[in-house]
């Protein structure tokens, strides 16, 4: 069973600043999935990640396959972003996926 | 495009009762899950499906029925409610592609008593 870990659990960051996600991964895997979720209780897809990095908005992903490492990074933060991050993996030769506990992140105006 | 649609929102039962959560998608999905949402633990997959008529045991299926006899349902059954099934159920879908973006549901907060 792939083990997921999430760094931090928590973060509380002031508007403006760049906010850096961790998820790592004890077995190699075939994809990687960053995922929000709203306070209202909705999963939103952010990302897909085989390799390499991904840019949408003001949102960034990369994934590191060697170090089994990826990161979320947003940049120019806002109230809005506040939400549960998860990071989930998925195995090669099957379709399930594992999921992390999420990271908590606050936003202040 | 609705997306996927699952229904009730909310849910109280009374332990040994029985009842079906259903999830539907618009959107010609061959994969379709189940996950349960549990304070302090990551979602955790119930059953899946890689398309009609095929479904499979994820990491926590006791407890739980599935059957997928079209593309667009995935209904997911509790046989005998029990207090430990007090949680957030989750479905989602995907194109099936390796690596597709999963759509979720809205979620179903459901307490045993």
């Known amino acids: 069973k792939n083990e997921v870990e999430q760094s931090p659990q928590n973060l509380t960051a002031q508007e403006g600043e760049f906010i850096t996600i961790n998820c790592s991964y004890s077995?190699?895997?075939?994809?990687l999935h960053w995922l929000q979720q709203h306070p209202g209780g909705g999963i939103v897809s952010l990302f897909m990640?085989?390799?390499g990095k991904k840019k949408h908005g003001r949102l960034i992903a990369t994934i590191n396959i060697q170090e089994k490492h990826s990161s979320l990074h947003i940049t120019a933060s806002h109230p809005r972003d506040s939400a549960v991050y998860i990071c989930?993996?998925?195995?090669?030769?099957?379709?399930?996926?594992?999921f992390g506990t999420g990271t908590r992140l606050t936003i202040i105006p | 495009n609705a997306g996927v649609t699952q229904t009730p929102k909310f849910q109280v039962l009374k332990t040994g009762q029985s009842m079906t959560l259903q999830c539907a998608q618009d959107?010609?999905?061959?994969?379709m899950s189940w996950y349960r949402q549990d304070p302090g633990m990551g979602l955790r997959l119930i059953h899946y499906?890689?398309?009609?008529?095929?479904?499979d045991q994820g990491e926590v299926p006791n407890g739980y029925n599935v059957s997928r006899s079209t593309t667009e349902d995935f209904p997911l059954r509790l046989l005998s409610a029990a207090p430990s099934q007090t949680s957030v159920y989750f479905c989602?879908?995907?194109?099936?592609?390796?690596?597709?973006?999963?759509?979720f549901g809205n979620g179903t907060r459901l307490t045993v008593t």
């Open positions: 989602a879908s995907s194109p099936g592609a390796p690596g597709s973006p999963l759509h």
């Open positions: 077995v190699g895997i075939s994809a």
């Open positions: 990640l085989s390799s």
């Open positions: 989930a993996v998925k195995n090669f030769g099957n379709e399930k996926l594992t």
């Open positions: 959107m010609n999905h061959e994969y």
């Open positions: 499906s890689v398309g009609a008529g095929i479904t």
